[in-house]
């Protein structure tokens, strides 16, 4: 669905929504503007916990994936699972529901009592999981490049491990930030060319469009330099041009 | 707030509120319901995702939250945060607005642009932070227990590492899961005596009340166990006194 997407619209953007707006009915008002602004310019939307902390998920969250859906986008939420297996499986539940056809999830529940039901649910549902391997933000290289080992193993980067996992556990994709090309090219090499790469950290966070994709990113999820400019559908345009 | 309930209710139990009801309706009446019936045998409410997906934040959640302080009763958002700064902090002050007095966040995102922006806001709401330390679940073996190096450091476990990061960040608590004793013995000789240690999985998960608390817990954390007993007031009842 993305890879449709993305060849019709020539983009390789993926809008992040996460507009922020104390008045429920505005911060609606603004997301499903933003959307129609720029749908034609981007190949998904990724939807973070912002939306659905201020709108529900239910009577709020579930009309804009619907209208996702009506631009023949796919949604992705932006989960970050990261709890016990009961609970992963209820949050994802809930987000395939309402109608999500991609959630993030983060591996480091593990598998036994962790990953094991999402991974199952996601399954019987043809859901898409993407595992995220390497946050976008200054002070994530403490912990995802620590070298670390299991069991025997030796050492290596936190996020070559997390790779690992996610090609055992057969997830369709890894989000890498964009703001460390290097760690983009090692995890593409380590990936192969089936599993897709999202790099958030574009625009706002400094990370360079052009780099990323270079170094293997498939897409580019972008926010606030988005949703943020005076022109979001020239934003968005521009992003998706600087990705051909 | 939490100790003080501990010590006039007797208890170290706190109650994880984590019901499922596709109805509406139903599952705040059941919250309600569990609510008022072992508030005398719990020393704080924790909520999970579970509620906040289901009910919504606003004019669900919310309302739990202040029937919890009616009880003189601290309420505790496992929102196990582990995003990005702007968005870590968007979370952590939504749930801060909706009541919640202590949050517990992922240590993983490290400081800069990830956990600063969350404590400088609990310092100045004065709200609790408590780091997720190690999980209860099998799989967190995988990689909470991984051996592993900051810089040029000599390799530790990874917990280890979480807890001198929460020590350091000033975190009010560490959850350590109930399952393992002796993570929980090692987790209070690194935290020292003025950080408390809440530890889930106890009961459905299968972890022993006794040994948690005898390794070194101060408060368990009990969902199952309790608001699916047939008596959830006697079993909280019980729960306490296990851990007295």
Redesign the interface.
Known sequence: MIRKASRERRSRVVLAL?L?DPD?GKLMQRSMDVLSAVAKHVCAVKL???L???L?????VDSIVNTIHEFSLPAIM?A?L????H?NE??AR??MDAGFDALIA???????????SVFKLAESRDKALIMLTY?????????YS?????GNES?KP?FE?FIEMARQWKAYGLVVGATRPEIIRRSRELAGRDMAILS??VGA?GGDPRAAIGAGSDYLIVGRAIYEASDPKKAASQYSELTL
């Open positions: 996460d922020e429920r973070n916990r912002q659905v902390l201020a529900g998920l239910w009577g709020g932006d970050k990261n709890d016990v297996g609970t209820f949050m809930s987000y983060s591996p480091i529940t593990g598998w036994e009592g962790g990953m094991d946050m976008s933000n200054p002070g994530a290289q403490t912990f620590m070298q670390a080992s299991r050492p936190m491990t958030p950290g966070q």
